[in-house]
C-alpha cells in the first residue's frame, strides 16, 4: 500500500520541480531583457516588443473553401479564420441559393459527392453528443447558427462563430482524419432533432482541407 502511494506521487513530483525549474528560468529571461534594453535604449525595446507580439499573436493561416451546388456550379465562398477568444469564424459569401433561413454544419469528411453529398457523412462529432444547439445533450461540434439568403441572386453573406473547432490539431480541427466539410441544407435547423436538425437536403458542400 505504501509502496503504490509512493509512485503514484513521483510523477506529481516531477512535475511540481520542472515547473519550477521553467519558472525560473522565465523569470532570468525577463531579467535579462530588463538589462538589455536599458542598455540599447528605446530603439531595442520596440524592436524586442515587437518581435513578442507576434509570437504572442501568431494565428493559423485562414482557409477557403469553395462551395459547389448538386449539381457541381460554384455558389460561392467560405473562409474560415481562428475566432481570437478560441473556436473559429466562417464567413459564408454566397449566391444562386434559394431564398430564406439555410442550415449551416460541418460534416466529418472531406468529400463531396454531388447530387447528395451523402459522402461527407454526419455532422463532425469527436465528443460523441447529440445534435443541437438547444439540446440538452448536444451540440456537434460541427453545428452552428442558421444564416440567411436574400435577393433575386439568392445571395447570402454572414459570419458563423464555432467555439467547438479550431484551425489547430487536435481532435477538434477541422483538418483531423484529412479534413471536413462545409454544408449547406435547404432549410434551416430546428436545433434539436437528433441527428440531423430536421434541415432538410444538403445543397452546397465544400472540403475543409490544410
Ligand atoms: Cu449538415
Ligand atoms: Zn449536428
Known amino acids: 500500500m505504501k509502496t503504490a502511494s509512493a ?3 513521483e510523477p506529481l513530483m516531477a512535475e511540481f520541480s520542472s515547473n519550477s525549474e521553467i519558472d525560473a528560468r522565465a523569470i532570468l529571461f525577463q531579467g535579462f531583457v530588463r538589462r538589455f534594453i536599458k542598455k540599447r535604449g528605446p530603439m531595442i525595446q520596440h524592436s524586442v516588443l515587437a518581435a513578442l507580439f507576434a509570437a504572442a499573436t501568431l494565428a493559423a493561416a485562414p482557409v477557403k473553401v469553395d462551395l459547389k451546388d448538386a449539381m457541381g456550379k460554384p455558389v460561392g465562398t467560405a473562409t474560415i479564420t481562428e475566432a481570437k477568444k478560441g473556436g473559429v469564424l466562417i ?5 444562386g441559393l434559394p431564398v430564406g433561413e439555410h442550415a449551416a454544419h460541418i460534416h466529418a469528411v472531406a468529400k463531396c459527392e454531388g447530387p447528395e453529398f451523402t459522402s461527407a457523412g454526419g455532422h463532425f462529432n469527436p465528443e460523441m453528443k447529440k445534435h443541437g444547439l438547444d439540446s440538452e445533450f448536444g451540440p456537434h461540434a460541427g453545428d452552428m447558427p442558421n444564416f440567411t439568403v436574400a435577393g433575386k441572386k439568392g445571395k447570402a453573406d454572414a459570419t458563423l462563430v ?3 473547432v479550431t484551425l489547430d ?3 477538434h480541427s477541422v483538418f483531423t482524419n484529412g ?3 462545409l454544408m449547406i441544407h435547404a432549410q434551416k435547423d430546428d436545433m434539436h432533432t437528433d ?4 434541415a432538410g437536403a444538403r445543397i452546397a458542400c465544400g472540403t475543409i482541407t490544410k
Open 195 to 198: 441527428p440531423t436538425g430536421n
Open 91 to 95: 464567413h459564408l459569401k454566397l449566391q
Open 169 to 171: 490539431n487536435g481532435p
Open 7 to 9: 509512485r503514484q506521487d
Open 162 to 164: 464555432n467555439t467547438r
Open 179 to 181: 479534413g471536413t466539410a
